[in-house]
């Protein structure tokens, strides 16, 4: 057999349980990813994919932080930028009626 399609796979993670490693495979397939078992090194079972598709099969695996894509933090960040005027208008909404009666109070002799 001839071994140089095998050498574009990586192990992207070995495992101690066989199951493991199988229903990790069968994720990475279901996501799109190809994705073989390598049980060169018993009893650890490794789970390889094509070189390119090494950093989205981290990805869906949670080998790798989704905070290190700036993509997704930008993203992020846009989507709390009403956080802060919606807090501000919550606090204008409590606090400017209690300060009214809390004035009015006072003022009718209270």
Known sequence: M???????????????????????AATLVEHGVGAVLDDTHPPRTGVAVLGDDASRARELLGLVE???????VELRTVS??????????????????????????????G
């Open 80 to 109: 709390r930028s009403w956080l802060i005027p919606a807090l501000i208008f919550a606090a204008a909404l409590v606090l400017v009626p209690l300060i009214a009666f809390f004035v009015s109070f006072k003022l009718a002799g």
């Open 2 to 24: 001839d071994d140089e399609p095998q050498s574009d796979l990586i192990v992207i993670e070995w495992f101690d349980d066989p199951d493991a490693a199988n229903r990790s």
């Open 66 to 72: 989704v905070d290190d894509h700036p993509d997704e």
